[in-house]
């Protein structure tokens, strides 16, 4: 499976780039980073320090490109970002407790400049490669959907050179996570224009969101997901980089997540979940999805307290001639396969 892989690096985005690099099935050919969870600048570096750390030996990594650093229109009330989950370099301090120490420090560094910025915007790398591989490309995005918006308005047909898109993003049922904006989802509400553009007119390349309503169905428990960052294969000793980096960020999104009370209010037991590795998990195993809903749908672009929302056609008004919003088909995952969850992160990362 050709991959090219949309981020704001990010813990989950770190994770989702690992889980693909560290799998067998996916070859990815890039990887495109915008601003969003943090800046631009701490995105590629994180980006660059995880695909380094990744990326089997031997093998050639996925370009990396730089896009925008702001949404197309505006950027909402100031910049949104995520620093009090994520941390403020974006990946748990990692970067900071990784380079504590001159011999860690020195690896780190190496493991950043082994990886090239490439001189050409995202938008324009994504067009040229898509190109290159038309009908064999699945766009896994994990990010506000700027670069991707902007791709599509430079290039009308990448919609029909992609062989699939598979966002996550998005709040179907209205349980938005981000403080300003109560019924939006981070990526959504960080670029509504994008959001809508990309929905709207990325066609006819099958389209799957991931909306948060699903990643809250991803939960594991707390120890579990400790183990099994943890590893714990005596012979992988000492521990490579990128599993150094995946116990930091885990042991973070745990930290975090056991203060997260709202999950009890909706019947949800206080466990650990991570959006963009639940998107890449159904991205490289369609069956991690266990349910999946069609449904009209578009963005909300102006409203005072719902700029962002994903609002869904569940009547279906629009197929029956009884409603004049714009609306377009999409699939959205209502249901996760624990059991298969479980299993490909454990074999792919564990
Ligand atoms: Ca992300």
């Known amino acids: 499976m050709k991959l090219i892989i949309d981020v704001d690096t990010g813990m989950d985005d770190a994770q989702a780039l690992l889980l693909a690099l560290r799998s067998p099935q996916a070859q990815v050919l890039a990887v495109t980073c915008i601003g ?5 600048d701490l995105v590629v570096r994180n980006t660059r320090l995880v695909v380094a750390a990744a990326n089997w030996p031997g093998q ?16 909402g009330d100031g910049e949104i970002r995520a620093t009090h989950y994520h941390g403020s370099d974006g990946i748990a301090g990692a970067w900071e407790k990784l380079t504590s120490s001159d011999s860690t420090k020195s690896e780190v560094e190496a493991a950043v400049n082994s990886v090239p910025v490439e001189s050409m915007h995202a938008a324009l790398g994504l ?10 490309v699945t766009l896994l995005a994990l990010a506000p959907l700027t670069n991707i918006a902007l791709a599509l308005r430079l290039e009308p047909r990448l919609g029909t050179w992609l062989r699939s898109l598979v966002v996550m ?3 179907y049922q209205s349980m938005g996570n981000n403080e300003r904006h109560l019924s939006a989802e981070f990526n959504f509400v960080h670029d509504p224009e994008a959001a809508r553009l990309v929905l709207h007119e990325m066609l006819p390349c099958p389209r799957l969101i991931v909306p948060y309503e699903a990643c809250l169905e991803s939960s594991l428990p707390f120890d579990w997901a400790i183990t099994w960052a943890a590893g714990g294969n005596a012979a992988d000793e000492p521990k490579p980089l990128w599993r150094r980096l995946h116990e930091l960020i885990v042991s973070h999104q745990c930290l975090m997540q056991r203060g997260q009370t709202f999950a009890l ?5 206080l ?6 590795l639940l998107a890449a998990s159904i991205c490289l195993l369609p069956s991690v999805a266990s349910d999946v809903l069609e449904k009209r749908c578009t963005i909300e672009l102006a409203g ?12 279906d008004k629009a197929d029956r001639g009884l409603s004049k919003v ?5 699939r959205f995952v209502t249901k996760v396969a624990l059991d298969a969850y479980r299993a490909l992160l454990f074999e792919t990362l564990g």
């Open 36 to 40: 969003g969870n943090v800046p631009l």
């Open 271 to 276: 466990a650990y979940r991570s959006c963009d």
């Open 304 to 315: 005072g307290v719902t700029r962002g929302q994903l609002v869904v056609d569940w009547f």
């Open 265 to 269: 209010t909706l019947a949800q037991p």
């Open 127 to 136: 067009i040229e490669l898509v190109s290159q591989n038309k009908g064999e």
């Open 60 to 75: 050639p990594a996925p370009r990396v490109f730089a896009g925008c650093s702001r949404p197309l229109v505006s950027d």
């Open 169 to 171: 993003g998005g709040a």
């Open 326 to 330: 714009a609306t377009v088909s999409a």
